[in-house]
Every structure is written in C-alpha cells, then in structure tokens.
C-alpha cells in the first residue's frame, strides 16, 4: 500500500511528519519532474495521494471521477485510488476554512487580496465567495482571465482589508523574500500565508510589526491532512486533533532564542535547555568567532561595534532558518531590527533577566561589560528592547535549574 504527496519540490514539506501523527501508514514524499508527472500517473501505483505544487490542476484530466465540490473549485489536492478508479477531491477549502474560524477572521462584506492563481488561491477564493466577501481581487504575476498585475493592484487596490497569499514567495530558503510590501495597504485587517517554512513568513512578520492578526499555513496545511486522512482511511476523525498535532508540532520546531545582558547566563541556561528539549544548540557569539577566526575583542578593535554588529546580523540570518534549535545571542542582537524579524520566523524569544549587580564581569570576551558605567548605560538603554521582544520572561538570580524549568513550563503552555 502506497501513500503520499506528489509535488515538484518537497524538501520542506512537513506532510509526511502530519500523516504519521495522525493515521497508522507510511507516507511518502514523491517528488516528481513534469517529464515524470504523467508517467506516475498513467502508472496508478498508489493507494491515496495529495498533491501540491504544482499539478493541483494538472492531475484532473487522470482521474476517473471527481467530487462536485472539487469540481466546482477545479483544483484536487487528494486522490483516492479504488479498484485502480481515481477519485479526486478538495481538502484545501476545509484548511482554510478552518484557518480562518479558529482565527475569528470575517471576510463578509470585505475587500479581499488573493496574492496567486494555482491551485490553492483556487479553493481559497471558493472559501471567500462561501464567506461573502463583497470583492476578491485575484493578482498574479502573469496576467490570466479574472486576474491582475500586481501593478494595478498597488494602483488600484491599496485599500483591502484582508490579504491571502497563496504564492511560493517567502518560501525556505528564500525567507527573506515577500511577495508585497504591506506598507502599501493600511486598511488591512489580517495577513493569512499559505506558507508553513518558515513557520510565519517576512509577510506575517511585517503584519505582527504592524499589529495587524496574522496567520501562518501550518495550522491550514494539518487542517486538510485531516480531512485527507478521512478520506484515505474512510473513518472521521475529531476536529481537535488539528490543534494538538499544530502544539506539537511547534513545540518540536520552533526555536527559542535566548536575549539578554552579557552574563546574563545565556549560554549555559541554553545548554541545558537544548539538552532537556532534544533540540540543537548554537550560540551566536561562539558562531562569529568561528566564521571570523577572530576573538570579539578583536573584531571590535579592527572594526569597532558598527562592524561587529554587520557580521552578527549576518550571521543572524544564517542561524534563522534552522529550527528545533536553541539559540542563545549576543547582548546587543535587539538593537537591530532586522535581527528580530529574522528571529521571529521561527522562534520565539526568552528574555533572561538578571540583575545589574550580578553582571558585572572581568571577562576580557565581553568588552561592552567590564565597567560598572558600561554596564549600567547598556542595561537601561537595552532594557526596553528586551522586554519588547520577549515571549517569555525568566529571571536568573538563582539556581540555572530553576531558570530552565520556569522556561520550559512557559514554553510548553505557549
């Protein structure tokens, strides 16, 4: 018995990790060219499959049988193969649905933005029109029948309330790409991505930066892995089950990042963080060191902190896209924004407190701390920046243990 997903490109995909969770299979992850797409196909050599991008659409003229509602979106991510009979469904509408309601996100009555034209903005727009939104503009970059440029978009419609993007932009590796500026659109209400790596996308950062509701695609994609399974497997499964896998699931994949003073204890809290939680360990000052060959000292001396600061965000945005890692950073990681934002695709951040008096060090690695005068400018102008940023505060004026435990019991109920 074979199941699986068929796509172009599915080295970040996390649906062979959903499926097992969920349902009792093996799941596959079946890459496919567009010279061996139809070969398979043709072939029928499967019990069940999903489908991504991008042959949404194309898989449709080899099924035997399609559901209405599939139909009537005209894209199938979900294929049933009975009695070597293909049937074809639909379980993006239910995801997004989904994603919309345990968000409370009301499209009724509002200007809708749907960044893409594949497959998923397919079932997407299907959600909308079921939703009654008063408009939905489809953009996309080569111009098809009932679609725009994203120039007439920017000309035109600046003024949506609710922006959905259903376009790769954004996507691991390139997570530093976004496929708008959202600037551009100040009536927007929420941004909603189709994209689950990184977990929030630089679209969904721009949109927490503005304090607008965002939502990333995991919680989408579990959702119509659920809905999958019940048709693969033919049994209905609860809808809770799409919350706690997405718990789990960000508990085993988010990073947490330590922020804080130097000798804050960063990096040994982080240690034994790493090693309780099974996850990966990197300390960013250790990182520039060995990427460097150079003391930090050094670096500041050479190139004072301006230059320091240039390769620490270098860095920075190397380390961002690992995940189930805890990553401990350097005193003055907050002062750059763009060091959050690269932060916050995904992580969370843990403010170690610790106070002023126990900071004071003579340790010729951390020269911005070896002066009482030092110390104290740097703590009262960082103090706001850490406390901005912090997911979860923790202070460490006792043992390391209490400071790791008051950090996983926090972590755990996020």
Do not use: W
């Amino acid at each position: 018995m074979r199941y699986g997903l068929i796509g172009e490109k599915l080295g970040h995909s996390f649906s062979k990790e959903i499926h097992e969770q969920i349902a009792d299979y093996i799941y596959d992850l079946i890459p496919l060219s567009k010279q061996e797409f139809p070969i398979f196909m043709q072939e029928r050599n499967f019990n069940a499959l999903n489908v991504t991008i991008p042959y949404k659409k194309d898989v449709i003229p080899y099924l035997d049988h399609i559901d209405p509602f599939a139909k009537e979106i005209g894209a199938v991510n979900t294929i049933v193969n009975i009695d070597n009979q293909l049937i074809g469904y639909n379980t993006d509408f239910y995801g997004f649905q989904y994603m919309l309601e345990q968000h409370n996100i009301q499209v009724k009555n509002k200007k809708v933005v749907v960044l893409g034209n594949g497959g998923a903005s397919c079932a997407i727009q299907a959600v909308l029109k079921h939703k009654k939104a008063k408009e939905i503009v489809v953009v996309n970059r080569t111009k098809y029948e009932n679609t725009i440029s994203y120039d007439e978009c920017y000309q035109y419609h600046t003024d949506a309330q609710i922006i959905v993007n259903t376009t790769p932009v954004g996507m691991y590796p390139n997570i530093n790409n976004t496929p708008i500026q959202l600037s551009s659109f100040p009536k927007c209400e929420a941004v909603l991505d189709v994209i689950y790596n990184p977990i929030f996308t630089s679209l969904c950062i721009a949109a927490k930066n503005a304090n607008i509701t965002y939502v990333g695609g995991l919680e989408m994609l579990i959702a119509q892995a659920k809905q999958s399974i019940e048709h693969f497997t033919g049994k209905s499964l609860p809808t809770s089950i799409i919350g706690e896998v997405y718990h789990k699931m960000l508990q085993e994949h988010f990073n947490i990042v330590l922020i804080g003073m130097p000798s804050a204890g960063k990096t040994t809290i982080g240690k034994q963080l790493a090693s309780l939680l099974c996850k990966d360990f990197v300390d960013t000052d250790e990182e520039i060191i060995r990427s460097t060959k150079k003391t930090i000292p050094a670096i500041f001396e050479e190139q004072q902190e301006e230059g320091f600061r240039k390769i620490e965000s270098t860095i920075i945005s190397q380390i961002s896209v690992q995940k189930n890692t805890v990553i401990s950073t350097g005193g003055g990681v907050i002062k750059k924004k763009e060091n959050i934002d690269a932060l916050s695709k995904n992580g969370i951040f843990v403010f170690i407190d610790r106070p002023l008096e126990m900071l004071l060090t003579n340790d010729s690695n951390r020269p911005l701390s070896n002066s009482l005068e030092n110390l104290t400018n740097l703590y009262h102008e960082r103090m706001p920046l850490y406390k901005k940023y912090a997911d979860i505060v923790v202070t460490n004026h006792g043992s390391i243990q209490e400071c790791v435990n008051q950090i996983i019991q926090a972590f755990h109920t996020l």
